[in-house]
């Protein structure tokens, strides 16, 4: 007999996931995305325009949390955090940032 291997597709948990999100300009923010599935999905972020993440102020990029510091303007559009594990389809939630600018 052979061991049975079960995958399953990535799903992304809303109730523990960032939903759209205000900031003051200068200040912190964290942007979660939780997901399961097996094997343990990860997560990646992106800009929805295409656009990197700010590296320089992101000081994670992968994994469940996104944290910017000393955010700007220009950082303020839709965020996407990716699951994925191998089993498709790989799934997605937007995220939107907004920047209050004094």
């Not at 597709?9 to 939903?19: A, G, K, R, W, Y």
């Not at 205000?22 to 097996?38: D, K, N, P, Q």
């Not at 950082?75 to 799934?91: E, F, H, R």
Request: charged fraction near 15%; hydrophobic fraction near 35%.
């Amino acid at each position: 007999m052979f061991p049975s291997h079960i995958s399953l597709s990535p799903d992304i948990i809303n109730s523990n996931t960032s939903s759209d999100t205000s900031v003051a300009e200068g200040t912190s923010v964290r942007l979660v995305c939780a997901a399961r599935g097996y094997p343990k999905p990860l997560i990646t972020w992106r800009r929805e325009d295409g656009r990197p993440v700010a590296v320089s102020s992101a000081t994670q990029v992968t994994g469940e949390a996104l944290v910017m510091q000393a955010v700007v303007r220009h950082q303020m559009g839709a965020y996407l955090c990716i699951a994925s594990n191998g089993v498709p389809p790989s799934v997605s939630k937007r995220i939107n940032l907004n920047i209050n600018c004094e």
